[in-house]
């Protein structure tokens, strides 16, 4: 169901944690909320499930109001870090918990929870313990319990933050099908930021208990709405200079740009720089790094910045080398230096 | 919201049912008169306090002798605990569960029938009557307690640092002194003030061990409870709570302390 | 891990000292229990000292006396203290005064509990004036005897006061970790909080839950203040009745004397094998999670 944040501010013993935070997820979309730990995030969506008592603002739920609603009557379901599996059932029972809550009969819920555990590829495990069970498969058994609530909104804190990388990769795929499958409106608390690129619609940059930008992954990461997103995603520079009669000019580079006049930083990301294409830029190659599918290359500019280019094929180049290089202005983004947030 | 309120309530009549028996102790203390039915005493005085404290009762001398024996029986008992705990925590050996288990026996075993099993081997080994048979049994009564706290700390602070410390050329006991003992702290304090309070409060062992010869609080006022006399046994109640309360709240204030030491570190 | 032999002999000698001492104790109770105090003149075995005591009118009526208090006490104080400390949980007092306020009566000795239920509870008693200033009695003769009675609701009482907060310290730590991620879980998924407590929160708190029990009864049927302070001539409470049999001058009644301490040690030790039984299937239930 579609969900709509108004204005939300959260403290937790005093400290304001959460600073008036508007969002709004479209029905059936998945949307990541990014940022450092402490940046709110999970509060975010403790408050949104009513664990967390709001000091202010308004939380909609399909058009409905809940923001007074207690925890167990809002539908919205949170798969937590820690997986909070109740160790005193087994995993079937643990899946049919929530449809206990909700009445439903016996063995109308034991049959329901072996169909879920078959969705999370965990056929037949139905009577193992949790101490039985993988970390990978307790995973997979929180997962099936979250959807046996059919959830009105699926919350994920970050999920497989404790998985190892190769069963992480797996357990996106299986959240990503089951999104496809189920449809159901979902939003995912991350710190990783391939994590929230690769498997959302639209993205949520939080930073000090408010979001910064909030748009589809490609805007995000090619036009960042200031600074602090732009770092969040990491590998960029920055170059000052100044723009005077629509050109930019700094001490390394210079090239077209259409804005007022004024001091600014240009964002520069190893994306946009073309080593193949001799251009503007002058670099100084400092390190080569032979990765197997890539060649990590270290390029150093005059004013000292340092951008690592993954190069497929790499020419033969030598450390100290200084090569001539072109920049691709479109993954280029302007930040004024007169009103810098 | 309404099972809010009740288990509100519950909190309220607790500390109610709490305070107010001991409200009513120091009130009886220093009572003068106070005849039925009244709801407050008719008149105060301070004689019985005046009388118990500087009179030929000797309370300073039997509460200096009470909190000597409690706080023997407090470090003595933590040093065994922080042994004990060290040898089933930090090392593996045959038996090692057997040990832990060991630990609850004195649990298990009520302290009377304790007292009254082992009498006649302390009048044979001639330490009946005396402090040292007293704080031995005490000992036995406060050993899961300390061992257990003991036990936990040890477990959680572990070898590392001191492993460190010997890779940096400290030798065991200097390692275990310097680096490892700081860290047990608050739990050292946690186990003094369990030990403490434990042996402060005994009454049948020390009176069958220590025979009447070895007097404390505990054994003085049971009989003045037995004789009926409110107001004389709500003065040495009063005594005995502040006494183990005082000594709890300094270890107390002592623990925290450390722990906020800890956290800046 | 290190494993130096004589460290570890060193480490473990004064504990084994102690528990030798606790076993020697217990040894002593069982021989004499049967007849053999060489110091007396006695040396023959025999089962003759446990037949007459489980024999004896007095005995018996004992043995209900402390069963009563110890089951009533420790029932009492496992549901109230959970109750207690399922209230400070929700209700947020996880720390600070109203915590220091619970653990006061852990730290008072069970003597001054008796001059609290004597101040408070007896026919002259501040609750008997109360009831007086309310106009429900007019006379001390009129209110209820709690004290000196053959039911020993006196000594319940006083256990109570003790053994509520005790109960909800020890589970405290244990609730609390349980309730704030697990409870909190169950409410996430559709779980009201009163059946989040009773299907989540209270099953896995339940050991240390019945460890509490145990203790607690244990001590209360091995008590012997106040059973002694706030209860009947007669029936006695078991530590009392045996008490006054090992201090009998006839040394011919030490052994009986020690039967009726051997009973009381059979029985301790039969509910702590209940209760290791009971343990046991609980982890299993738990899938050997603690």
Request: proline share 4%.
């Amino acid at each position: 169901m579609k969900l709509e944040i108004k204005d939300l501010s959260v403290s937790l013993q005093a400290q304001p944690i959460l600073r008036g935070v508007s969002l709004t997820v479209e029905e059936g979309e998945f949307v990541s909320l990014l940022g450092h730990s402490g940046c709110g995030k999970s509060t975010l969506l403790k408050t949104v499930a009513g664990i967390l008592p709001p000091d202010g603002g308004s939380i909609l739920l399909g058009g409905e109001e809940i923001t007074k609603l207690p925890a167990h009557r809002r539908g919205t379901v949170i798969v937590f870090q820690d997986m909070r599996l109740f160790p005193h059932m087994t995993a079937a029972e643990n899946v049919a918990f929530p449809l206990k809550m909700q009445g439903v009969s016996k063995a109308e819920r034991l049959r329901t929870a072996e169909e879920l555990l078959e969705k999370v590829q965990l056929p037949g495990l139905g009577q193992r313990r949790m101490s039985e069970l993988s970390g990978g498969q307790q995973q997979r058994v929180a997962l099936a319990r979250a959807l046996a609530a059919k959830p009105k909104l699926l919350l994920l804190d970050e999920p497989f933050s404790s998985l190892d990388e190769n069963l992480r990769e797996e357990m996106r795929s299986l959240v990503a099908q089951l999104h496809r499958e189920f449809g159901m409106t979902t939003v995912l608390v991350t710190h990783d930021r391939e994590e929230a690129l690769a498997m959302s619609h639209r993205v949520a940059v939080m930073s000090a208990g408010k979001i910064l930008q909030y748009d589809v992954p490609e805007e995000v990461y090619r036009h960042p709405a200031n600074r602090t997103v732009a770092d969040y995603f990491g590998d960029c520079c920055y170059l000052g200079g100044r723009v005077e009669n629509g050109r930019f000019v700094s001490e390394l580079f210079s090239c077209e740009a259409a804005l007022p006049d004024g001091r600014y930083d240009l964002m520069l990301r190893a994306g946009a720089i073309r080593t193949k294409q001799a251009g503007a830029l002058a670099l100084t190659v400092r390190q080569i790094q032979f990765r197997g599918v890539d060649t990590l290359v270290t390029l150093e500019a005059g004013n000292g910045q340092r951008w690592k280019c993954s190069l497929r094929d790499c020419p033969a180049w030598s450390v100290g080398e200084t090569i001539s290089c072109d920049v691709t202005l479109d993954e280029c983004v302007f930040f004024s230096q007169d009103n810098r947030n | 919201m309404r099972k809010h309120r009740f288990l509100s309530f519950v909190l309220g009549v607790t500390a109610f049912a709490i305070l107010l028996p001991m409200a009513v102790m120091v009130l009886w203390s220093v009572t003068g008169r106070w005849s039925w039915p009244n709801l407050l005493p008719e008149s105060y005085t301070l004689r019985t306090v005046q009388e118990l404290l500087f009179g030929s009762a000797k309370l300073p001398q039997l509460l200096f002798s009470s909190i000597w024996l409690a706080a023997v029986v407090a470090v003595l008992a933590t040093i065994v605990g922080v042994m004990t705990a060290r040898a089933t925590e930090l090392y593996t050996f045959f038996g090692c569960s057997a040990v832990q288990a060991a630990g609850f026996l004195p649990l298990l075993v009520p302290g009377t029938v304790f007292a009254t099993g082992i009498q006649l081997t302390m009048i044979r080994a001639g330490l009946s009557d005396t402090l040292l048979g007293v704080v031995l049994v005490h000992l036995v009564v406060a050993l899961p307690y300390c061992v257990t706290i003991m036990a936990d700390v040890t477990a959680a602070v572990g070898v590392r640092h001191e492993e460190q410390a010997a890779v940096l050329g400290a030798s065991p006991l200097r390692a275990f002194f310097l680096v490892t003992l700081p860290q047990l702290l608050p739990g050292i304090l946690s186990s003094l003030s369990m030990g403490f309070v434990l042996s402060y409060s005994q009454y049948f062992t020390t009176l069958m061990v220590g025979g009447g010869r070895i007097k404390t609080l505990a054994l003085v006022l049971v009989p003045y409870i037995q004789s009926g006399d409110r107001a004389l046994s709500s003065v040495y109640a009063t005594v005995f709570v502040s006494s183990a309360l005082l000594v709890f709240f300094l270890l107390e204030w002592a623990i925290k302390r450390t722990e906020k030491r800890g956290e800046t570190q | 891990m290190r494993k130096k032999k004589w460290h570890i002999a060193v480490l473990l000698a004064p504990f084994l000292a102690l528990t030798a001492l606790l076993l020697l104790s217990v040894w002593n109770v069982a021989i004499q229990s049967f007849g053999y105090i060489p110091a007396f003149g006695l040396t023959e075995f025999t089962t003759e000292h446990y037949a007459k005591v489980l024999q004896d009118e007095t005995f018996l009526r004992a043995l209900g006396v402390s069963l009563r208090i110890a089951l009533l006490s420790a029932v009492l104080s496992a549901v109230l203290g959970v109750l207690l400390s399922a209230a400070l949980i929700r209700c947020r007092k996880r720390d600070g005064a109203m915590l220091y306020l619970v653990r006061m009566p852990i730290l008072v000795p069970h003597a001054v509990v008796a001059v609290f239920a004597i101040n408070l509870l007896s026919q002259a008693g501040l609750v008997a004036r109360v009831a007086a200033a309310l106009g429900l009695i007019a006379e001390q003769s009129q209110f209820p005897q709690l004290l000196f009675t053959p039911d020993y609701g006196g000594a319940i009482a006083a256990y109570l006061w003790k053994e509520i907060p005790f109960v909800a310290y020890f589970v405290l730590a244990l609730m609390f970790s349980v309730s704030d991620t697990l409870g909190e879980a169950a409410e996430n998924l559709g779980a009201s909080p009163l059946r989040s407590f009773f299907s989540v929160t209270l099953p896995l708190t339940l050991p240390a839950i019945v460890k509490a029990f145990l203790i607690i009864f244990i001590f209360a049927f091995g008590g012997y203040e106040l059973p002694l302070l706030l209860g009947a001539t007669v029936p006695k409470a078991l530590p009392v009745q045996a008490y006054l049999a090992y201090m009998s001058p006839n040394l011919r009644d030490r052994p009986y004397a020690m039967a009726m301490n051997g009973v009381i040690l059979l029985l301790a030790l039969a509910m702590a094998a209940l209760y290791g039984v009971l343990t046991r299937r609980m982890l299993k239930r738990m899938g050997g999670r603690a």
